[in-house]
C-alpha cells in the first residue's frame, strides 16, 4: 500500500491555496501530512492563522482532487501544534511568491522566555521590492488582504506590493 | 478546482464556504480532544468559554468599525484583527464542547446562549465610542490577552496550549498595531491627545477585572490548565507604561473590580449587541447558511 500513500501525496501535493492559488499547500506549509488508514487517505493540514477563512475552502479541495485521482474515501484533518510558521514556506514557494509580485517573508521572529517585548519604533527589516529589486521600501500597514499579508510601498520605484509578514 | 479568486469559490458548489454562515466543519476535527485523566472538564469547558467569549465580544465590536475606519488600511487592519480573534473563538468554543463532552459546538455558544452565560470581561462589550476609545481598548485587550495566552502555552491542557500558541504569534502584531496608534495620538495635535486620554480614562474602571479571578479560574490555576489572572498585572503595567509614556499620556487609577463578567454580570450594552450578533441564526435556527 506504499504505492497509494506516495501517489496520494502527489496528488494533495498539487492542491493549491486558495488565497495563493500560485502556492501549492505543500509549498505553504499548510499541508503537513498524507497518510493511507484502513484503506482511506488521511490528509492532515494546519492552519496558518487561526481565523483562517479558507480552511473550509482547502478542505474541499483536497477532496475533490483526491476523488478525481480515485480515492473515494478522504479524511482531511487538523493540527494545531505546532502552530503554523512562515518558515514553513519552501524555496519554490518563496520564488513564486515573488514571481507573482508579493514579497517572500524574512526569518520568524524568535521568541526569547519571558514577556514579548514591545517594540515602539519603526520596526526596519530588509524587504525587497518585488518589482523593482530594491530593499528601500517601507511598510504602509501590517495587515493586507488575508491575515498574512502586510501592505507595503517602494521608494524607489514608487509601485506598493505586498509582503507575506513574518509569523 | 481552485477558483481565481473569493467570489467564485463564493458562487461555486461544493462544501467550501467562508468565514460566515452555521453549521461549519468542527475546527479541531482531528485533534485528540481527550481531556487529561485529572483534569475537570466542565471547568476547562468553562474556562474556555471564559476567553472564546472575550475574542467574539471583542471580535464583534471590531467588525463595527468596518465601513467607520478613518481610512481604508485601517479598516483592513481592524478586520483582519477582528478575523484572528474570530478564528481563536471558533477553536475555544470548540475546545468547550468537547471538554464538556456535550453535543454542543461553536453555533450553540455563539448564537444561542443569552447575555448571563456570556462569561467575557466587560471591558470588551462596552459600546464602540470613537477611534480614541478604540484604540485605548484594543491596546489594554490585546496586552492583556498576549500575557494571558502566552502563559496557557504550557498548560496541561494540550489543546487549550495550542491555541494559546497560535494565538500569541496573532495578538502579538494586534499590541503593535494599537500601541504605535497610541503613540501617534497620545503624541499628536492637543486634540488627538485629549481624545486618546479620553478613552484611556473612560476604559480603565473596567482593567481591574481583568485581573481578578473566578473561582473556575482559581481551581484550573491550581491543577496547571489555567493562568493566575493576577500573575499579569507586572506584565501589563510595564507595557502599558512603556506605550503611555512615548504618548505623553498618564496611567489613569484603578477601580478595585469583581470577576462581573466572568459570572455573567454585564453591562447594558451587551444585549444589544447580542441580539444583533444572533438576530439571523435565532430567525431561522435550523438553516444552514
Known amino acids: 500500500m506504499v504505492t497509494v500513500t506516495t501517489d496520494a501525496r502527489a496528488v494533495a501535493e498539487t492542491v493549491t491555496d486558495p488565497e495563493l492559488p500560485m502556492l501549492t499547500l505543500a509549498d505553504l506549509g499548510v499541508l503537513r501530512d498524507v497518510s493511507e488508514e ?9 492552519p496558518t492563522y487561526s481565523g483562517c477563512p479558507a480552511m473550509d475552502a482547502m478542505r474541499a479541495d483536497l477532496i475533490r482532487a483526491l476523488r478525481a485521482a480515485g480515492y473515494d474515501e ?4 487538523t493540527t494545531l501544534h505546532p502552530p503554523w510558521t512562515t518558515d514553513w514556506i519552501s524555496a519554490e514557494g518563496r520564488r513564486r511568491l515573488a514571481e507573482a509580485g508579493i514579497a517572500p517573508p524574512g526569518a520568524a521572529p524568535r521568541r526569547a522566555e519571558g514577556p514579548i517585548p514591545l517594540a515602539l519604533g519603526p520596526t526596519v527589516r530588509t524587504i525587497r521590492c518585488p518589482h523593482c529589486g530594491s530593499a528601500d521600501t517601507e511598510e504602509t500597514s501590517a495587515f493586507g488582504p488575508t491575515a498574512c499579508r502586510a501592505l507595503r510601498r517602494c521608494r524607489s520605484c514608487r509601485e506598493p506590493f505586498e509582503h507575506v509578514k513574518e509569523i | 478546482m ?3 479568486n473569493v467570489y467564485e469559490a463564493l458562487t461555486g458548489d461544493g462544501d467550501a464556504r467562508w468565514a460566515f454562515g452555521t453549521g461549519f466543519a468542527d475546527p479541531l476535527n482531528g485533534v485528540d480532544t481527550t481531556v487529561p485523566p485529572d483534569v475537570d472538564g466542565a471547568d476547562l469547558a468553562a474556562y474556555c468559554l471564559m476567553l472564546g467569549d472575550d475574542a467574539l465580544i471583542m471580535s464583534h465590536r471590531l467588525q463595527e468599525w468596518c465601513t467607520n475606519a478613518p481610512d481604508l488600511e485601517e479598516e483592513v487592519a481592524l478586520a483582519n484583527i477582528g478575523l484572528d480573534l474570530l478564528g ?6 470548540a475546545r468547550a464542547g468537547h471538554a464538556a463532552d456535550t453535543a454542543r459546538g461553536e453555533d450553540h455558544y455563539a448564537f444561542f446562549r443569552d447575555a448571563e ?3 467575557n470581561v466587560r471591558l470588551v462589550e462596552l459600546p464602540r465610542g470613537d477611534f480614541g476609545d ?3 481598548r484594543l491596546l489594554v485587550f490585546a496586552t492583556w490577552r498576549l500575557a494571558l495566552l502566552q502563559r496557557l502555552i504550557p498548560s496541561r491542557d494540550p489543546v487549550l496550549a495550542a491555541i494559546a500558541a497560535k494565538g500569541v504569534k496573532e495578538v502579538a502584531y494586534h499590541r503593535d498595531h494599537a500601541a504605535q496608534w497610541a503613540v501617534r495620538l497620545g503624541d499628536g495635535t492637543d486634540e488627538s491627545h485629549r481624545r486618546m486620554r479620553d478613552g484611556f480614562e473612560r476604559i480603565w474602571p473596567l482593567v481591574g477585572e481583568l485581573f481578578t479571578a473566578h473561582e473556575v479560574e482559581e481551581r484550573l490555576t491550581r491543577s496547571g490548565v489555567a493562568a493566575d489572572p493576577a500573575g ?5 503595567d510595564a507595557v502599558l507604561d512603556q506605550v503611555l509614556t512615548a504618548a505623553t499620556l498618564h496611567r489613569p487609577a484603578d477601580v478595585p473590580s469583581d470577576p462581573d463578567g466572568r459570572r455573567g454580570r454585564h453591562t447594558d450594552a451587551l444585549g444589544p449587541l447580542l441580539a444583533e450578533l444572533q438576530s439571523v441564526a435565532r430567525a431561522h435556527p435550523e438553516a444552514t447558511w
Do not use: K
Not at chain 2, 499579569?232 to 501589563?236: D, G, I, K, N, P
Open chain 1, 38 to 46: 484502513d484503506g482511506r487517505v488521511v490528509v492532515t493540514i494546519t
Open chain 2, 232 to 236: 499579569l498585572r507586572a506584565e501589563f
Open chain 2, 134 to 136: 478604540l484604540i485605548a
Open chain 2, 88 to 93: 481563536q473563538t471558533r477553536l475555544l468554543y
Open chain 2, 2 to 4: 481552485s477558483f481565481d
Open chain 1, 74 to 77: 478522504v479524511d482531511v484533518r
Open chain 2, 117 to 119: 452565560e456570556f462569561a
